[in-house]
């Protein structure tokens, strides 16, 4: 077990140190001043070092296992990309430094929005968003301010239910009232009811394409007509944009706003739950709604532009995570537009071979084709639970598939390959989950339950935590 | 070039398990007349060529000496930061949904907590937020959350762009924001706060040092706010914690702020981290992520996300935010940079920043044509100065001398017309201050 950072304080010389080459002239009055102890722990650098070099043995990580994290496209994060975002004139950079001395910085964040309008058919991009539920929410406000400029009063936002968890808490986040409507058994939209629950009050919907069963919506076109029609909006969730780089675009489908997590389908790395980016993007009617500042190119330079009468606002402080957005780009001219062509390509036939291999096994809710990803419902021997295989590939030293969703599949497991995987590594991994769910669960279904043993820590327990939280050093 | 690892027989072999000739063929769904037509995107490049590229444009930013803060600081950041943060198992790992196979991230992210609890002197801590903008933004929302009321008094001296993102969350919600103006001595009277309270306010929002460098009387805020049940929000910049009076100890309900200073690079103004910290009893009402101790069936110590059940995957529209993906690769850094320094050192830290900065603004206000915008007020790292000289030819000339001057606050109002914001921090030597007076001296 690895000691707390109080437990491993001790007496000893702290690692960091700071001279002052000045004499250290400070007054504060006693009513400002801080009266409690701070409280922070005291270690060498040497102890730190393996204290943390130890708790990162303690992960799995894509850089150590395969992790076919449904949903997350979990695809290799390129080393240049680290070794480009170190340079000091990136990192070194202030956000509020004159546009001339950062237009390098500037052509970066320039250069990407055009490559993601044209990988997406959209017609222009705010990169400012932090992630992927706050490119939802600005997108959201936007649609807002747009029914606002025309003066149409519509409240309600439409959310299949297969959606992910950040879509109605978006909506709900923008101040509107969400409208589940049921997905078909393949998270499928069904027009006839659709159309019952699209009133004149809907301002859009928010599809995710393919669905979260890895299904692309067949019906899209039919969906935007109708939806269009009603004057209700399209909301394109792009947490699936890997299915479909080079061979279909959220715009030219029909959809007016729509984000792009850059740390899924472009390669930035997640870092454990973030820093992410999530622009958001919009057909031109739009435009003028988006978060400030746009950088925006005159006369061969680049500016940021902070004046935007229509504009939403910010939906955080400066321009966006530039750090993200540096890693996307570098990853986009790695590749060019038919690199990445291939990488959906390659992602949807990695999915489909893994599934070919399942389905006849395996229940599959959605059937035999997919495109980056698909939903297993297995249902194995001696009660032997999702969660419990998923505990078992802990033990194989894989990372588990995302699990228990989407929430209309019973005991869902979500597993997305991604493109950046071998045959063999799939061939492997399809034989282990085989073997856990048709050996294991049948002849030693006690070691399936009991697991992970493999693991730094076994089981925990979930329910204990949240009943008596210990959130912080005793 | 790109990383997909499968040569051609491989492909071959899979599409034959498929019973297909091409990859093609699995999209065909997509209906013919919107399918996308040749992707118009640059690119193709080796890792080689890649470098290269990046260099160039890399070129095109100049790398300057900073005495400008606002938001966003120039803080030494300690290698052992940097060396932890590139360990691929932290940087290439998910959100830790299988906590048996994440106890490395969230032993982190618990230790990280801690401190943020100790450094504010609040109970509780969560996992982290976008930054300090948004950080401010689900505050307010907290506010309204656990008070049921809708007014908020945000200060004035609240960073412009969080009151701006601030304004941004909430406009579709029935709330009104009513700003609170700064006195001519830079920060709130508790007059000005008393007299803006009514029944239906949720929340007091101030920071310090606020804006303009200003420490505030957080106490007397504190409890202007708290004898009339509204709940205080202080906005905190934590290196001044070392020696200021924490949000705990002035009563403060939540405590937020940005935590770039903790050992994370200024990037240009991200990505950053936003920090939240709440009193005992608002826990449950808390936006983002929680890890939690507790122990696996043989009763050994392990983390796990918790308190799950605010969230957006299991509460959608109920949820008390939609954040997800949030700043744990940052608030790995601000945990690296928090164990290093100890009690004292940290202490020391802010005590040069301090000196610094009261060394440059003693003979900045003494040119001629300069003059301290708030003269008696205390302040951590940053301050104001008021002066007669044209503000963009300085800046020009500085710039010219590799160094990032002052901010210019003319565009910030009528007060601060002719005003210039400097931040001075440990990373500024002697002689690179002197150097910086000297040419304001000639301006």
């Not at chain 1, 409507?181 to 998270?187: I, T, V």
């Not at chain 1, 802990?394 to 979500?414: N, R, S």
């Not at chain 2, 990859?23 to 080796?46: M, Y």
């Not at chain 2, 160039?56 to 030494?76: M, Q």
Request: charged share 25%; hydrophobic share 40%; proline share 4%.
């Amino acid at each position: 077990m690895e000691k707390l950072l109080n437990e491993l304080s001790s007496e000893c010389k702290a690692a960091y140190e700071i001279n002052c080459d000045m004499e250290t002239d400070v007054s504060i009055p006693d009513h400002l001043k801080r009266k409690s102890d701070l409280g922070l722990p005291n270690a060498a650098e040497n102890d730190l070092l393996r204290h943390f070099t130890n708790l990162s043995r303690k992960n799995y990580a894509l850089s150590t296992a395969f992790y076919p994290l449904g949903s997350c496209t979990m695809k290799y994060n390129p080393l240049i990309n680290e070794r480009i975002a170190k340079f000091e004139s990136f990192n070194m950079a202030h956000p509020y430094q004159p546009a001339e001395t950062m237009q390098g910085i500037l052509e970066i964040m320039h250069g990407l929005e055009r490559d993601l309008c044209e990988v997406s058919g959209m017609d222009a991009f705010s990169l400012q968003p932090a992630a992927g539920a706050h490119g939802e929410f600005a997108g959201l406000l936007i649609i807002a301010a747009h029914f606002k400029a025309i003066k149409e009063k519509r409240h309600k936002i439409i959310v299949p239910d297969s959606a992910h968890g950040t879509n109605p808490a978006s909506a709900a986040f923008a101040g509107y009232e969400t409208i589940p409507l049921k997905s078909e058994p393949d998270g499928s939209i069904d027009i006839e009811k659709l159309k019952e629950v699209l009133t004149k009050d809907v301002a859009a919907i928010m599809l995710t394409v393919p669905n979260t069963l890895g299904v692309f919506e067949k019906e899209i076109v039919e969906i935007s007509k109708v939806c269009h029609e009603n004057g209700t909006l399209l909301y394109y969730d792009g947490a699936n944009l890997n299915a479909l780089m080079g061979f279909a675009r959220p715009g030219d489908l029909g959809f007016d706003v729509m984000h792009i997590n850059l740390h899924k389908t472009f390669s930035s790395p997640h870092g454990g739950g973030g820093p992410g980016s999530g622009p958001v993007g919009v057909k031109s009617f739009l435009e003028q709604f988006l978060p400030v500042p746009r950088v925006e190119k005159k006369d061969e330079k680049y500016v940021l532009n902070y004046k935007k009468s229509k504009t939403i606002g910010s939906v955080k402080a400066f321009m966006g995570n530039f750090p993200v957005i540096l890693r996307a780009y570098i990853y986009i001219k790695a590749l060019g537009g038919d690199g990445l062509k291939n990488v959906s390509a390659q992602a949807v036939l990695n999915a489909n071979y893994m599934l070919a291999k399942f389905k006849d096994k395996i229940a599959v809710p959605a059937g035999g084709r997919c495109m980056h990803e698909f939903v297993l419902s297995p249902k194995a021997a001696n009660g032997i639970r999702t969660l419990d295989i998923a505990k078992r590939l802990l033990d194989y030293g894989y990372y588990a598939p995302t699990v228990y969703f989407p929430l209309i599949v019973e005991e869902a497991m979500m597993i997305e390959p991604t493109e950046t995987e071998s045959k063999e590594t799939l061939d492997k991994f399809i034989e282990i989950l085989n073997k856990i769910i048709f050996e294991e669960a049948v002849n030693e279904p006690q070691k399936v339950k009991d697991a992970p043993v493999n693991t730094p820590v076994a089981r925990l327990n979930e329910v204990e935590a949240a009943r008596k939280p210990t959130l912080k050093w005793k | 070039m790109d990383y997909t690892p499968q040569n051609k027989q491989d492909r071959q072999k899979m599409l034959e398990a498929l019973g297909i000739k091409s990859e093609d063929e699995l999209f065909d769904a997509i209906p013919a007349d919107v399918r996308a037509k040749h992707l118009n995107i640059s690119g193709n490049q080796t890792e080689q060529e890649l470098l290269k590229y990046f260099k160039n444009l890399a070129a095109k930013n100049k790398t300057l000496t900073s005495f400008r803060g606002a938001g966003i600081y120039d803080h030494f950041i300690p290698s052992l930061v940097s060396e932890v943060t590139s360990r691929s198992e932290f940087w290439t790992a998910y959100t830790p949904y299988q906590a048996e196979a994440s106890q490395g991230t969230l032993q982190a992210i618990f230790e990280y907590q801690s401190m943020i609890c100790a450094l504010t002197g609040m109970d509780t801590s969560n996992a982290s937020l976008y930054d300090g903008a948004t950080a401010v933004a689900e505050a307010a929302l907290l506010a309204m959350r656990v008070s049921g009321k809708n007014r908020i008094l945000i200060s004035s001296g609240v960073h412009p762009e969080y009151i701006k993102t601030v304004k941004t969350y909430l406009q579709n919600l029935d709330v009104k924001i009513v700003l609170l103006d700064i006195s001519p001595n830079g920060s709130i009277e508790k007059a000005t706060v008393d007299a803006a309270l009514d029944d239906n306010t949720a929340a007091v929002i101030v920071q310090s040092p606020n804006y303009f460098g200003v420490v505030e009387n957080m106490q007397v805020l504190s409890s202007a706010a708290k004898e009339n049940n509204v709940l205080f929000t202080a906005v905190v910049n934590p290196l001044s914690l070392a020696v200021f009076q924490a949000p705990g100890e002035y009563g403060a309900d939540i405590a937020v702020g940005e935590g770039q200073p903790l050992g994370i690079p200024a990037s240009a103004g991200g990505a950053n981290i936003g920090f939240m910290a709440v009193r005992k009893g608002l826990e449950w009402k808390m936006p983002g992520r929680i890890v939690g101790q507790t122990i696996d069936k043989n009763g050994k110590r392990g983390f796990v996300l918790t308190l799950q059940s605010r969230e957006q995957h299991i509460r959608r529209e109920k949820a008390t935010s939609n954040i997800c993906t949030n700043a744990s690769l940052n608030a790995l850094a601000a945990c690296v940079y928090l164990s290093g320094w100890g009690n004292e050192g940290l202490k020391k830290l802010a005590d040069t920043n301090m000196s610094k900065a009261g060394y440059a603004f003693h003979k900045i206000k003494n040119i001629d044509g300069f003059k301290a915008k708030f003269e008696n007020s205390i302040f951590f790292n940053e301050f104001v100065i008021e002066t007669t000289k044209n503000i963009k030819k300085i800046d020009k000339n500085l710039i010219k001398n590799g160094i990032l001057g002052p901010l210019d606050l003319s565009n910030h109002g009528k007060q601060f017309k002719n005003c210039l914001l400097f931040c001075v921090t440990e990373q500024r030597t002697k002689s690179e201050i002197d150097k910086l007076i000297e040419l304001l001296a000639k301006a």
